[in-house]
């Protein structure tokens, strides 16, 4: 049996240093993010947070989750239900461009 996993990536937003918080660019991003999901109900959002290499591994995952955390919380206020919603938190993983670019959060839709 093969087992085939579908995934759209939606968007990919970038924070500053230790930040956790969404400019309004992000906010639209994750608006526009959550009318996709909602118009894709059998989708799991996949909301997926990093940090530069800056810090402490245990700080990086910190901050991490809380961005992650951050963006799934406005899916949820912008009408994802929470259930459907998966967070990870991967601390500090390279990016292909600089360590700004590693502050990141992922959205994908991933069909179960």
């Not at 579908?6 to 608006?31: H, K, P, R, T, Y």
């Not at 239900?81 to 990141?104: L, N």
Request: glycine share 6%; charged share 15%.
């Amino acid at each position: 049996m093969n087992i085939v996993l579908m995934c759209a990536l939606i968007s990919i937003m970038f924070f500053g240093g230790w930040s956790a918080s969404l400019d309004d660019s992000a906010q639209s991003v994750v608006a526009q993010a959550a009318q996709d999901a909602k118009a894709q109900p059998a989708t799991v959002v996949t909301v997926q947070g990093y940090s530069d290499p800056v810090g402490a591994p245990d700080d990086n995952i910190a901050v991490s989750r809380a961005r992650a955390q951050t963006v799934a919380d406005t899916l949820v206020r912008d009408g994802v239900p929470q259930a459907r919603i998966k967070i990870v938190a991967h601390g500090s993983v390279p990016f292909v461009f600089d360590s700004q670019e590693s502050r990141r959060v992922v959205i994908s839709l991933d069909t179960p």
